[in-house]
Each structure stands twice: as C-alpha cells, then as structure tokens.
C-alpha cells in the first residue's frame, strides 16, 4: 500500500509562485511514475503534470506548461511541482498519484493511488 501526502498549497496572489510536494511512503517510490491532478469546484479533476520513474519523460497540461515544472527527488521520495506566474483560473485542489505500471501517463485512469489533495487559492 502506498501512502501519498501532499503538502504546500495556499493563498497566492495572482503571479505569485508555489511548490507543491508530496511525500510517498508504504512502496518503493523509484519504480513509480508520478503525476499531478486538480480540481476545482464544480469540475471534473485534470490533469496538470507527469513524471517517469526517472524523470527522463515529463508531460504537462497545455494550461499549466511554461509556468509550471515537475520534478521528482527518488532519494526523499518526493515529487514537487513548481508553479510560477499563478492565475485565478489555478485555484483548484491538487492531487498527487503514483502509476505503478505506465511509463507516465495524463490519464487518471492509470494511477493507482491517491493523496488527499492540497488547497491552491489564487486571489485576483
């Protein structure tokens, strides 16, 4: 069983920056790939970024890329996700996964576990 925390949402004000992480526990971290995923209310969760096992393959959502970077640090068992120049329209609950089989992948569908979400509020 794999255990995921994430941590390091807030309120920003429009432009502003965060890093969110998220710590894996209960598996061996390296073997996974890793994503991100937001949901704000009233919509269904989306994608923003993904990371192979190591690192080699990132994705990002076409909303997020060129403000926002996805890394990962096997030796802490962390993956962050760095977002810069933050946009109202960025509010929304954010999720890390762990995929255990797929290489990376934007599909919700292929992950197999789930942390509780942190809170990301943009104030315009």
């Known amino acids: 069983q794999v255990q995921l925390v994430e941590s390091g949402g807030g309120l920003v004000q429009t432009g502003g920056s965060l890093r969110l992480s998220c710590v894996a526990s209960g598996g061996t971290f390296s073997t996974y790939s890793m994503g991100w995923f937001r949901q704000a209310p009233g919509k269904d969760r989306e994608f923003v970024a993904a990371?192979?096992?190591?690192?080699?393959?990132?994705y990002y959502a076409d909303s997020v890329k060129g403000r926002s970077t996805i890394s990962r640090d096997n030796a802490k068992n962390t993956v962050y996700l760095q977002m810069n120049s933050l946009k109202p329209e960025d509010t929304a609950v954010y999720y890390c996964?762990?995929?255990?089989?797929?290489?990376?992948?934007?599909?919700?569908?292929?992950?197999?576990?789930w942390g509780q979400g942190t809170q990301v509020t943009v104030s315009s």
């Open positions: 996964a762990a995929d255990l089989y797929s290489r990376a992948s934007v599909s919700s569908t292929n992950y197999n576990y």
């Open positions: 990371i192979s096992r190591g690192a080699v393959i990132t």
